[in-house]
């Protein structure tokens, strides 16, 4: 078994915030590099932000910034996506995926990763 689950997601009116959680099963999270993308229904993957191994490194898009917050409970084996603020741009499906990094305190906003969660649905709208 190796999974990565996600939860979260739902629908909230804009300006309202949601947690997205990714837990991992079969493997250790705590060794990777961790990402969380977002991609709407005909365009590519969009990386929206991006945690190292050990944690000291941090990236996102600037379309999330200020807004969007990622961190990590390696006691839970878990990865998460903090947004507040939500706009209707926002409106995608969400992945989380981790990868193997050469360099350990080191993330990538591109999506090359190992593993990729299921998706799931996150609309803000009135």
């Known amino acids: 078994q190796l999974q990565l689950v996600e939860s979260g997601g739902g629908l909230v009116q804009p300006g309202g915030s949601l947690r997205l959680s990714c837990a991992a099963s079969?493997?250790?999270?705590?060794?990777?590099?961790m990402g969380w993308f977002r991609q709407a229904s005909g365009k590519e993957r969009e990386g929206v932000a991006c945690?190292?191994?050990?944690?000291?490194?941090?990236k996102y898009a600037s379309s999330v910034k200020g807004r969007f917050t990622i961190s990590r409970d390696n006691t839970k084996n878990a990865v998460y996506l903090q947004m507040i603020s939500l706009k209707p741009e926002d409106t995608t499906v969400y992945y989380c995926?981790?990868?193997?990094?050469?360099?350990?305190?080191?993330?990538?906003?591109?999506?090359?990763?190992?593993?990729w969660g299921q998706g799931t649905q996150v609309t803000a709208s009135s």
């Open positions: 079969g493997f250790t999270l705590r060794y990777y590099a």
């Open positions: 945690l190292s191994s050990r944690g000291s490194v941090t």
């Open positions: 995926g981790t990868v193997s990094l050469t360099v350990e305190d080191m993330c990538r906003m591109e999506p090359l990763y190992d593993h």
